[in-house]
């Protein structure tokens, strides 16, 4: 059953930064909590719950929620309640199709000039990955993963476009946070990505294309069955 969100944060979060503006880390937070399925489509976000947890005022907790109902993560009912959306199939594929034709473009133009410090820092990540898939540290991986397409974009020139993206993967990212713990899956990501940087090193752009199509096709040819496996959370 979805957690509330006394019981999601029954576990006090980390103190903010008090050098930083409160509701942007607030948002954050939650964010990562969302996406993680720490809080799971259903759960009731309470304010004054909220507010507690992270010893703030109801204004920045308010002005997080806002937010995350601006990318689809929150449903928010006016003196009703606030609640985490549902995953979006529909949402979910735009996102897929946005990600999918920056990031063709990104390795693309990262084998047409491949740089050595590039594959050595793609290389690198892909050890952390490969640790972490074989622990089954999935929320740890994700990250990883997130740092390792990070990387791609910055060294494209793009990292504003990473963000963009970022911003509206909330759907397609909670459906790949599903499907991780199939059998295989942490793997199968950690080879994709190996073939990605293979083929940046070795400068065959459309060697990398393909792979980076068949390596963000993986999740969505799975929908219908996460839907039957999970039908309270995917639309």
Same mark, same amino acid.
């Given at each position: ?8 944060? *029954?576990?006090?979060?980390?103190? @903010? ?21 720490? @809080? ?49 199939? *529909?949402?979910?594929?735009? *996102? ?78 909670? @459906? ?43 999740? @969505? ?15």
């Amino acid at each position: 059953m979805p957690a509330t969100a006394r019981e999601a944060h *029954a576990r006090k979060p980390k103190s @903010l930064d008090p050098t930083r503006q409160a509701a942007p880390q607030v948002f954050e937070r939650l964010r990562e909590r969302i996406i993680a399925l720490e @809080l799971a489509p259903g759960a009731v976000l309470a304010r004054v719950d909220l507010a507690q947890a992270f010893g703030v005022s109801q204004t920045p907790v308010r002005d997080a929620l806002i937010k995350l109902s601006e990318e689809g993560l929150v449903d928010i009912f006016p003196q009703h309640a606030t609640v985490v959306s549902r995953i979006d199939i *529909a949402q979910a594929l735009q *996102a897929h199709f946005l990600r999918r034709a920056i990031e063709l473009e990104v390795v693309g133009t990262l084998a047409a000039h491949p740089t050595e410090l590039l594959v050595a820092q793609l290389r690198a990540q892909l050890e952390v990955q490969s640790a972490l898939a074989a622990g089954e540290d999935y929320d740890r991986f994700i990250a990883a993963d997130r740092e390792f397409h990070r990387l791609m974009y910055v060294a494209a020139g793009v990292p504003d476009l990473f963000d963009l993206v970022r911003r509206r993967s909330g759907h397609v990212d909670r @459906l790949r946070r599903l499907h991780l713990p199939a059998a295989g899956k942490a793997r199968a990501v950690v080879r994709d990505h190996r073939r990605i940087v293979q083929a940046i090193a070795t400068g065959d752009a459309e060697a990398a294309r393909e792979r980076v199509r068949a390596h963000l096709s993986g999740t @969505l040819g799975q929908v219908e069955q996460l839907r039957a496996a999970h039908p309270d959370y995917v639309v």
